[in-house]
């Protein structure tokens, strides 16, 4: 059995200078990965900041999903006996995505080669999302078999949302149950080496987000991705202050704001700012009045950007829709996706599971506790059955969205305005003639 420490309890207590801890993040097994990408373990590049500053031990880390210069991560189909994955009769095709867990045993056998004694003794294992546990029970497994010797530490998500899952599924020696606060802890991308990822995630920290574009850009990584909740928090104050830190800095230098940007809380000052070529890329959160979208906001948010002189179809910019919550209606959605798209010129589908604990989870409790934690993914629609719709159904939103974004890119789409466009979106899935074959587009990319 694991023992629960606390993240404070574990750097001080359970590291010291005269540990080696190998950092890892571990592959994802899932069926569709829309922000492949724009995974970057900040938790473990930030703990190797503190671990390196702060106790004193070598550090390294192995990055399974650390994209190349292209911003490509490797990917594969699953062994044949688990190539696809059932959930109510609904065949999912399953892969992996990022390096194999074999390629830690590699790593081993380099070090053994070059020099035994720089063996690790602690290898801290993290994961995004505690429904990809297995990927993270198979690289315990992998660590336990390659250094027997080795103690295996959990971090992140799942061990804290789910401790005990973790210690029944996991062969770690450690269950981090608490979130580390090392939100002053500037961490840069040394511990890549010399192949750097072509981006570096930042959050909205005053004393560390200008520290950390600084050090990328020194590197020659020129993209920002910003993991924030409410990126407009203090009027978007945080948010100006490192563009006008690192504006000049270098020319190809562009910030992707892929979550956080709640439209309600959007202002002229900020779609001024974000309206600059700095910024690649702007994901507004749904801003949900609970049975309908506020078409207020996002009327506002348009005439903001437009003042600011965005055009209509900058596809920058783009809108999210929640999909796969308890109580969807899959009329609604479908009026949901007009309207974000109307307001924002391109829209992205997101796709809901909830949180462990969480009141969703705790409202829902009998239905998820009967699933299978994998099947928590919001890609399998765990609430799909509560609601009425049909996976395929939801399925169906995604080609859509595919196609509208498609052709609004195109400019070869006349937008539909309110209840028209929702009645003949309506009369289309009644007859069931938009249904298309599988699409080749990805939502997002």
């Known amino acids: 059995m694991a023992r629960t420490v606390t993240a404070k309890k574990l750097l001080t207590k359970h590291v010291a200078r005269a540990d080696r801890v190998l950092l890892v993040n571990p592959p994802v097994e899932e069926t569709r990965y829309s ?85 690790p003794t602690q290898v801290w294992i993290t994961s995004l999302c505690s429904y990809w546990y297995e990927t993270v029970a198979e690289m315990c497994r992998v660590v336990r078999q390659a250094l027997p010797d080795t103690q295996i530490v959990l971090i992140g998500q799942y061990p804290r949302l789910m401790p005990d899952h973790a210690d029944t599924a996991c062969a770690a020696d450690y269950l981090v149950t608490s979130a580390h606060d090392l939100t002053g802890t500037p961490h840069t991308l040394e511990l890549y080496g010399k192949d750097k990822p ?72 900020l779609a001024k700012l974000i309206a600059e070529k700095t910024f690649a890329a702007v994901h507004f959160e749904e801003a949900d009045r609970g049975d309908q979208v506020d078409m207020e906001v996002y009327k506002r948010v348009r005439g903001y950007l437009t003042d600011a002189g965005v055009k209509h179809n900058d596809d920058r910019f783009s809108g999210f829709v929640w999909i796969g919550r308890p109580g969807d209606q899959l009329e609604q959605l479908v009026l949901r996706t007009f309207q974000v798209l109307e307001s924002l010129g391109t829209l992205i589908l997101k796709p809901y599971t909830p949180t462990p604990g969480s009141p969703d989870h705790m409202a829902n409790k009998k239905l998820l506790d009967s699933l299978s934690h994998r099947e928590w993914s919001p890609h399998f629609f765990p609430f799909a059955e509560l609601n009425g719709i049909t996976r395929q159904e939801y399925h169906d939103l995604y080609r859509m969205a595919a196609f509208l974004n498609e052709k609004v890119r195109a400019q070869a789409f006349n937008f539909l305005s309110g209840t028209l466009g929702a009645k003949l979106l309506r009369e289309s899935l009644r007859k069931e003639v938009w249904k298309l074959e599988p699409s080749p587009f990805r939502v997002i990319d």
């Not at 390096?99 to 380099?110: E, F, I, T």
């Not at 930042?202 to 924030?228: I, P, R, S, W």
Request: with cysteine; charged share 25%; proline share 6%.
């Open 198 to 269: 072509p981006f570096v995630a930042v959050q909205l920290h005053k004393k560390t987000a200008a520290v950390a574009v600084k050090a990328a850009v020194a590197d020659g990584v020129y993209n920002v991705t910003l993991y924030e909740d409410d990126i407009c928090r203090d009027g978007g104050g945080l948010l100006t202050e490192l563009v006008s830190e690192t504006r000049d800095l270098h020319k190809h230098l562009r910030y992707h704001l892929i979550c956080g940007m709640d439209p309600a809380k959007f202002t002229p000052a």
């Open 35 to 119: 922000w492949l990408r724009w995974n970057q373990p900040l938790d473990l590049l930030t703990l190797g900041a503190y671990l390196k500053d702060k106790v004193g031990c070598s550090v390294e880390l192995f990055d399974c999903m650390k994209p190349n210069k292209d911003g490509d991560v490797p990917e594969e189909w699953l062994p044949r006996d688990r190539r696809y994955y059932t959930v109510q009769g609904e065949r999912y095709p399953m892969r992996r995505y990022g390096l194999s867990c074999n390629g830690l045993v590699d790593l081993v056998h380099q070090w053994k080669a070059r020099n035994p004694g720089s063996l």
